[in-house]
């Protein structure tokens, strides 16, 4: 999952885009609401925790936006101020939950938890394929309910296949979801699926990772080959 934070405290933002990835998540960082539409626009991101004011405008507006574009990403304000009628108004935009600085970084991170495993949202459900299973709201992976204990960037991998149903995922939409804007290793992603395929063949799973040259990856169950 990839999370953008938009924070014009650059040092703020570095230590709450750590703290997400620390918590399995992707994060990018930017400080102004112009680079997040442009962000928004541009890459696949799945929540937003957004400083209200921004040195380029209120973030409401760009929150108002999204939601007339019918986009339902998540979204976390964080603001200075606490006052009902911010609160209220955040909300009315169409933000999902406000927290007022100062709080603390795990506050932050329980939130965002919440956010995106709210009903309704993918990330309350648990997905099988064969016996494999992914609980996304715990991030956690089992074959024949042992649980599959994987690096973080695996299950991040695995994570997005699993979400995919059965679709080919490309290796740039991997590598998206996976480091965010970071730059990884040219050969990472291919080095990730060959140690995955190695942990749920040697796990039992019956689920299977094929290989689609060019286009990307699909996981699929052994037993209904595609
Ligand atoms: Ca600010």
Same mark, same amino acid.
Do not use: W
């Given at each position: 999952?990839?999370?953008?934070?938009?924070?014009?405290?650059?040092?703020?933002?570095?230590?709450?885009?750590?703290?997400?990835?620390?918590?399995?998540?992707?994060?990018?960082?930017?400080?102004?609401?112009? +680079?997040?539409? /442009?962000? @928004?626009?541009?890459? *696949?991101? $799945?929540? !937003? #925790?957004?400083?209200?004011?921004? %040195?380029?405008?209120?973030?409401?507006?760009?929150?108002?936006?999204?939601?007339?574009?019918?986009?339902?990403?998540?979204?976390?304000?964080?603001?200075?101020?606490?006052?009902?009628? +911010?609160?209220? /108004?955040? @909300?009315?935009?169409? *933000?999902? $939950?406000? !927290? #007022?600085?100062?709080?603390?970084? %795990?506050?932050?991170?329980?939130?965002?938890?919440?956010?995106?495993?709210?009903?309704?949202?993918?990330?309350?459900?648990?997905?099988?394929?064969?016996?494999?299973?992914?609980?996304?709201?715990?991030? /956690?992976?089992?074959?024949?309910?042992?649980?599959?204990? !994987?690096?973080?960037?695996?299950?991040?991998?695995?994570?997005?296949?699993?979400?995919?149903?059965?679709?080919?995922?490309?290796?740039?939409?991997?590598?998206?979801?996976?480091?965010?804007?970071?730059?990884?290793?040219?050969?990472?992603?291919?080095?990730?699926?060959?140690?995955?395929?190695?942990?749920?063949?040697?796990?039992?799973?019956?689920?299977?990772?094929?290989?689609?040259?060019?286009?990307?990856?699909?996981?699929?169950?052994?037993?209904?080959?595609?």
């Amino acid at each position: 999952m990839r999370i953008l934070v938009v924070e014009d405290e650059a040092r703020l933002a570095r230590l709450l885009a750590d703290a997400l990835v620390k918590a399995g998540f992707a994060a990018d960082t930017c400080g102004r609401l112009g +680079d997040a539409a /442009a962000l @928004l626009g541009s890459e *696949a991101i $799945d929540a !937003l #925790v957004a400083d209200r004011i921004l %040195p380029d405008g209120d973030v409401l507006h760009l929150v108002s936006r999204l939601r007339g574009e019918g986009q339902d990403l998540p979204i976390l304000l964080l603001t200075a101020r606490d006052s009902v009628e +911010d609160r209220v /108004a955040g @909300l009315e935009a169409g *933000a999902d $939950d406000y !927290l #007022v600085k100062p709080f603390a970084v %795990p506050e932050l991170v329980a939130r965002v938890r919440a956010l995106v495993r709210r009903p309704g949202s993918v990330f309350g459900r648990v997905d099988t394929i064969g016996n494999l299973a992914f609980d996304f709201a715990a991030r /956690a992976a089992s074959v024949g309910n042992r649980p599959l204990a !994987l690096p973080r960037h695996e299950l991040a991998v695995l994570e997005q296949l699993v979400l995919a149903g059965g679709r080919v995922v490309t290796k740039e939409m991997l590598i998206a979801k996976v480091y965010g804007l970071d730059e990884p290793e040219s050969n990472a992603i291919p080095v990730h699926i060959h140690h995955l395929r190695h942990r749920l063949g040697d796990a039992g799973s019956t689920a299977h990772i094929h290989t689609f040259r060019g286009l990307g990856y699909m996981l699929a169950d052994q037993e209904k080959r595609p």
